[in-house]
């Protein structure tokens, strides 16, 4: 039993280390979600200004960081928030020199030059960032998503992940994952995500820099609203050796907040009451098909001002958004099942002949005796439905519900505690479940929460060295099982053989499979999938810090990530058991004649398969990384990067001590 879950883990150990060396034009040093700013001061002969004094205002928070040049005139700004900022550059018996209005986007490599002229320090020349400017080129190859592609496009489900085709080379629509739909259900069982020809599972989610997979399918675990994102990135190519995981960073960074306030209000609605008449192939036909979705929430970001109590601008800011999915959907479904006589064992309209197990003699008038029906089959009918219209095919139609709901929140606060000192905290949560109805009361529903933490601080040391400390906690839950998990223990009610009522998320009904009737139409099998449940309860711990430091013509950057990951699961095949039922006993001698439907009211099993018990599964492992990059300026228009990465990823430990080994062994005499 549970062996499935097994093939779901990866046992392989990776403890590998990489060694990259790249050559390029520009800047290829990147932070998780940070970018960069870097360039050279020159005079107007074109030789290095040294010690020319640079500051970086942020334009939103007004958040000032300083540097100097170095002997050969180069500055650089490690960690830089994504964002617009304002470059002033002074040096005395020069002229002032500004930039403003320059973006850094999310792990973005900004490279601006300045060419100081000879006067007074009071008057100022504005230097112009063109986009070409602002463009360096680097051996990292990937696509920043912006904040107005993602607020702007018209996004069927107003899921960012939509817009990563966006980035070339990258695809939506490579097959899922083995099982995943039925181990790992919603929208993350249909993630189809392939860049570069890579598999879906070589894809790694960060959120403000920490991770967002989850260790068991690499899926997504926080979805966070359209409305709260600043920008991604989804990098595909060679990038530095900070990076690793997996060869496909797709990198989120949420809004923060500034000094002016910005909100929103939103609501997206579409309703049955515009839609046109759906065609139906039965006599019975619905006016419509009853659809709403609503998607509606807010946001809201600015300064943190508690009025005669605090005024935080230029100091604590924030961000808050709250969106709800809630969509209403049903379809109509046409089955083929038994008609209300033969419910009662009356199977005198039937073409075939049911004939007594035990005498193989003809049913009188083809009825099978009220005092033959099994009491346990006799219990089940309830969970089954007779014919509503004429005939044995097509003959009942029901209205299938299909509700989805989905609900996210998240808050992110920023704070600048000095020019030195940057800290950023979030928190997001989110819940989502949808379900899908099948026949009579079956069917199956998804349920999936989540939390996730994030801290980090960004500390200057001295102007030439940054430290970078960031903290995430995820919790994800996710659970693919029965319509009637947790509310109705149909198993225990019946108290079949061989099966314990079992864990909450196991509960539902057992398959009835009708194998082969004599018409081949009147028996359509009912109950719930044999495959579920499926209980998913993940969580990652990650730390990670990292260092850069200007050192004349180089810039290194180094640093360690550790993970602890728990993959927690219960869940099995068969855990509410299937029966099957088919013409045998109720055939005659020479296997003629008999019916499915009619064994299954004699209770007379073809054949049944249970699982002993749910699969517990409770492993944990002890990520471990670092890495050293170097990104030296042989001269001011080449660029040497070098980078060595080592990844420990042990094998999942068992927690449990359940685990074993089979041998097979050979005796020789």
Same mark, same amino acid.
């Given at each position: /039993?549970?062996?499935?879950?097994?093939?779901?883990?990866?046992?392989? /150990?990776?403890?590998?280390?990489?060694?990259?060396?790249?050559?390029?034009?520009?800047?290829?040093?990147?932070?998780?979600t940070l970018g960069d700013l870097s360039g050279r001061v020159n005079d107007a002969s074109g030789a290095g200004v040294p010690n020319a004094a640079v500051a970086l205002t942020n334009i939103s928070t007004n958040a000032?960081?300083?540097?100097?040049?170095?002997?050969?005139?180069?500055?650089?700004?490690?960690?830089?928030?994504?964002?617009?900022?304002?470059?002033?550059?002074?040096?005395?018996?020069?002229?002032?020199?500004?930039?403003?209005?320059?973006?850094?986007?999310?792990?973005?490599?900004v490279r601006l030059d300045f060419t100081l002229q000879v006067g007074q320090v009071n008057e100022t020349v504005e230097v112009s960032a063109t986009a070409a400017l602002l463009q360096a080129e680097n051996a990292t190859?990937?696509?920043?998503?912006?904040?107005?592609?993602?607020?702007?496009?018209?996004?069927?489900?107003?899921?960012?992940?939509?817009?990563?085709?966006?980035?070339?080379?990258?695809?939506?629509?490579?097959?899922?994952?083995?099982?995943?739909?039925?181990?790992?259900?919603?929208?993350?069982?249909?993630?189809?995500?392939?860049?570069?020809?890579?598999?879906?599972?070589?894809?790694?989610?960060?959120?403000?820099?920490?991770?967002?997979?989850?260790?068991?399918?690499?899926?997504?675990? &926080?979805?966070?609203?359209?409305?709260?994102?600043?920008?991604?990135?989804?990098?595909?190519?060679?990038?530095?050796?900070?990076?690793?995981?997996?060869?496909?960073? @797709?990198?989120?960074?949420?809004?923060?907040?500034?000094?002016?306030?910005?909100?929103?209000?939103?609501?997206?609605?579409?309703?049955?009451?515009?839609?046109?008449?759906?065609?139906?192939?039965?006599?019975?036909?619905?006016?419509?098909?009853?659809?709403? #979705?609503?998607?509606?929430?807010?946001? @809201?970001?600015?300064?943190?001002?508690?009025?005669?109590?605090?005024?935080?601008?230029?100091?604590?800011?924030?961000?808050?958004?709250?969106?709800?999915?809630?969509?209403?959907?049903?379809?109509?479904? =046409?089955?083929?099942?038994? =008609?209300?006589? /033969?419910?009662?064992?009356?199977?005198?309209?039937?073409?075939?002949?049911?004939?007594?197990?035990?005498?193989?003699?003809?049913?009188?008038?083809?009825?099978?005796?009220?005092?033959?029906?099994?009491?346990?089959?006799?219990?089940?009918?309830?969970?089954?439905?007779?014919?509503?219209?004429?005939?044995?095919?097509?003959?009942?139609?029901?209205?299938?519900?299909?509700?989805?709901?989905?609900?996210?929140?998240?808050?992110?606060?920023?704070?600048?505690?000095?020019?030195?000192?940057? #800290?950023?905290?979030?928190?997001?949560?989110g819940d989502e479940n949808q379900s899908t109805q099948t026949l009579n009361i079956a069917g199956t529903k998804v349920l999936t929460n989540y939390e996730q933490y994030m801290g980090s601080n960004t500390r200057i040391?001295?102007?030439?060295?940054?430290?970078?400390?960031?903290? !995430?906690?995820?919790?994800?839950?996710?659970?693919?099982?029965?319509?009637? %998990?947790?509310?109705?223990?149909?198993?225990?009610?019946?108290?079949?053989?061989?099966?314990?009522?079992?864990?909450?998320? %196991?509960?539902?009904?057992?398959?009835?499979?009708?194998?082969?009737?004599?018409?081949?139409?009147?028996?359509?099998?009912?109950?719930?999938?044999?495959?579920?449940?499926?209980?998913?309860?993940?969580?990652?711990?990650?730390?990670?810090?990292?260092?850069? #430091?200007?050192? !004349?013509?180089?810039?290194?950057?180094?640093?360690?990530?550790?993970?602890?990951?728990?993959?927690?699961?219960?869940?099995?095949?068969?855990?509410?058991?299937?029966?099957?039922?088919?013409?045998?006993?109720?055939?005659?001698?020479?296997?003629?004649?008999?019916?499915?439907?009619?064994?299954?009211?004699?209770?007379?099993?073809?054949?049944?398969?249970?699982?002993?018990?749910?699969?517990? %599964?409770?492993?944990?492992?002890?990520?471990?990384?670092?890495?050293? *990059?170097?990104?030296?300026? &042989?001269?001011?228009?080449? =660029?040497?990067?070098?980078?060595?990465?080592?990844?420990?990823?042990?094998?999942?430990? *068992?927690?449990?001590?359940?685990?074993?080994?089979?041998?097979?062994?050979?005796?020789?005499?």
């Open positions: /039993m549970g062996c499935q879950i097994f093939n779901e883990v990866n046992f392989g /150990m990776r403890n590998k280390w990489i060694l990259g060396a790249f050559v390029c034009l520009g800047l290829p040093l990147l932070g998780q000032v960081r300083n540097t100097e040049s170095s002997t050969d005139g180069l500055y650089s700004f490690s960690s830089v928030p994504p964002g617009v900022y304002n470059l002033k550059v002074e040096h005395p018996g020069f002229r002032t020199a500004t930039s403003n209005n320059v973006q850094v986007q999310v792990q973005q490599s190859v990937g696509t920043v998503i912006e904040n107005r592609e993602i607020s702007e496009a018209p996004l069927n489900g107003r899921e960012y992940l939509n817009l990563v085709t966006l980035a070339p080379n990258v695809r939506n629509f490579a097959p899922a994952a083995g099982q995943a739909g039925n181990r790992q259900g919603g929208d993350r069982a249909n993630q189809a995500i392939s860049a570069g020809g890579n598999r879906i599972v070589y894809d790694y989610y960060t959120l403000d820099g920490v991770s967002n997979t989850d260790p068991n399918f690499n899926t997504y675990i &926080v979805l966070p609203s359209i409305d709260a994102l600043q920008e991604f990135k989804v990098q595909t190519g060679v990038y530095p050796a900070e990076f690793g995981h997996a060869a496909t960073q @797709i990198n989120v960074l949420t809004k923060s907040g500034g000094n002016a306030y910005h909100g929103s209000l939103f609501d997206f609605v579409r309703n049955d009451k515009f839609d046109a008449i759906p065609y139906a192939f039965t006599a019975i036909r619905p006016v419509k098909s009853p659809f709403k #979705w609503n998607d509606y929430g807010y946001e @809201i970001d600015g300064p943190v001002v508690i009025p005669k109590l605090y005024d935080g601008r230029n100091k604590l800011f924030f961000m808050s958004n709250y969106e709800w999915l809630v969509q209403r959907q049903s379809a109509q479904s =046409t089955y083929s099942v038994p =008609t209300a006589a /033969m419910f009662e064992g009356d199977f005198s309209q039937f073409g075939s002949i049911i004939y007594d197990p035990t005498t193989k003699l003809p049913f009188d008038r083809n009825i099978i005796p009220p005092n033959l029906i099994n009491k346990t089959s006799q219990a089940l009918l309830k969970y089954y439905h007779s014919a509503t219209l004429p005939g044995l095919t097509n003959n009942y139609v029901q209205d299938s519900a299909s509700p989805v709901n989905r609900d996210g929140f998240i808050v992110r606060m920023d704070y600048t505690e000095s020019a030195k000192s940057q #800290w950023t905290g979030r928190y997001s949560w040391i001295t102007p030439n060295i940054v430290n970078e400390a960031r903290f !995430g906690y995820s919790r994800f839950y996710n659970a693919v099982t029965t319509l009637t %998990a947790f509310n109705l223990n149909t198993v225990g009610a019946l108290n079949l053989p061989n099966l314990a009522p079992g864990d909450p998320v %196991a509960w539902g009904l057992p398959n009835i499979n009708l194998v082969g009737d004599g018409f081949n139409t009147g028996g359509t099998s009912f109950g719930d999938s044999t495959e579920a449940p499926y209980e998913n309860q993940n969580n990652t711990a990650q730390f990670i810090d990292n260092v850069s #430091w200007n050192k !004349g013509k180089h810039t290194f950057k180094f640093g360690f990530e550790f993970d602890r990951q728990n993959f927690n699961q219960i869940g099995n095949q068969y855990s509410r058991g299937q029966y099957s039922f088919q013409p045998n006993a109720t055939q005659n001698a020479a296997g003629k004649g008999g019916d499915a439907f009619a064994e299954f009211l004699l209770g007379d099993i073809f054949q049944s398969t249970v699982a002993v018990a749910a699969a517990n %599964a409770k492993f944990q492992r002890n990520a471990e990384y670092a890495f050293v *990059d170097d990104t030296w300026k &042989v001269t001011p228009k080449l =660029t040497v990067s070098l980078g060595l990465r080592y990844e420990f990823v042990p094998p999942f430990t *068992d927690q449990l001590n359940n685990l074993f080994t089979v041998h097979h062994g050979y005796a020789v005499s």
